[in-house]
């Protein structure tokens, strides 16, 4: 197997694997809506999942340490787009999956302790808790892996739109949807900001789970377009 070949498959595999797990999430602990109940009924219910959904969850993470390699393997195909734009796509790109990595781990790492504290710990601790909860949700949850983490997944996916175009890697019409994607993706990234920071943007909020979709699909549709190529 070649880098092309290894491209195009990684392409189509990583958003295979980034939905299961996230369909599993969402049957086994009715993520993402689980937010936005109360911070008690979280834990209830983190706690009832047990060690399946403490697995589910370091898998779930590990998917954004699955984007570097293809992050890589994608800026080996655009050698005859601009260097320096090549160059920094590849380190957005990794940005992207280290900051959703590291906001996806309080799942498998912290959330645990917080919820066995918040059903065991005295009546003090048990407060704590569900302060911490809300304090780790709104800095790693939503300011690291939504905020930079959106933020960062749409600007990659922009710029390799960018490069495929300068490189002639696929058909236009798939770079430029790349672009469009990236860009509402970026969008998605300001659904806290300002003057939504306490509730969100309700319009982006719809729009997001809408723009992954897409972007999983503009994902398959790069890797069989490199590999039927």
Same mark, same amino acid.
């Given at each position: 197997?070649?880098?092309?070949?290894?491209?195009?498959l990684?392409l189509?595999?990583?958003?295979?694997i980034?939905?299961?797990?996230?369909?599993?999430?969402?049957?086994?602990?009715?993520y993402?809506?689980?937010l936005r109940?109360?911070?008690?009924?979280?834990?209830a219910?983190f706690?009832d999942g047990?060690?399946?959904?403490?697995? %589910?969850?370091?898998?779930?993470? =590990?998917? $954004?340490? *699955?984007l570097? #390699?293809?992050v890589?393997?994608?800026?080996t195909?655009?050698s005859?787009?601009s260097?320096?734009l090549?160059i920094?796509?590849?380190?957005?790109?990794v940005?992207?999956?280290v900051v959703?990595f590291?906001?996806?781990?309080?799942w498998?790492?912290?959330?645990?302790?917080?919820?066995?504290?918040?059903?065991t710990?005295?009546p003090?601790?048990?407060?704590a808790a569900r302060?911490?909860?809300?304090?780790?949700?709104?800095y790693l949850g939503?300011?690291i892996g939504e905020h930079l983490?959106?933020g960062f997944?749409g600007?990659?996916t922009? %710029?390799?739109?960018?490069?495929a =175009?300068? $490189?002639d *890697?696929?058909? #236009?019409?798939?770079?430029?949807?790349?672009i469009?994607?990236?860009?509402?993706?970026?969008l998605?990234?300001?659904e806290f900001?300002?003057?939504?920071?306490?509730n969100?943007?309700?319009l982006?909020?719809?729009?997001?789970p809408?723009a992954?979709?897409?972007?999983?699909l503009?994902l398959?549709?790069?890797?069989?377009?490199?590999?039927?190529?």
């Amino acid at each position: 197997m070649d880098a092309r070949d290894a491209t195009g498959l990684s392409l189509i595999v990583l958003p295979i694997i980034f939905n299961v797990l996230f369909a599993l999430l969402a049957s086994r602990f009715d993520y993402p809506d689980i937010l936005r109940r109360p911070t008690d009924d979280v834990f209830a219910k983190f706690r009832d999942g047990g060690v399946p959904l403490l697995i %589910l969850w370091w898998l779930f993470g =590990l998917t $954004a340490v *699955l984007l570097i #390699p293809v992050v890589v393997l994608v800026s080996t195909q655009l050698s005859e787009a601009s260097a320096s734009l090549v160059i920094t796509t590849t380190v957005v790109g990794v940005l992207a999956a280290v900051v959703q990595f590291l906001g996806l781990m309080r799942w498998p790492f912290v959330v645990p302790y917080l919820a066995r504290t918040a059903a065991t710990g005295q009546p003090d601790e048990q407060a704590a808790a569900r302060v911490m909860f809300q304090a780790l949700n709104r800095y790693l949850g939503v300011a690291i892996g939504e905020h930079l983490g959106y933020g960062f997944t749409g600007l990659w996916t922009l %710029l390799v739109g960018t490069c495929a =175009l300068q $490189a002639d *890697l696929v058909s #236009p019409w798939l770079a430029i949807a790349g672009i469009v994607v990236g860009a509402v993706l970026m969008l998605c990234s300001l659904e806290f900001v300002g003057p939504a920071e306490e509730n969100g943007w309700h319009l982006v909020g719809q729009l997001t789970p809408i723009a992954y979709i897409w972007w999983s699909l503009w994902l398959v549709g790069m890797g069989l377009a490199i590999l039927l190529e």
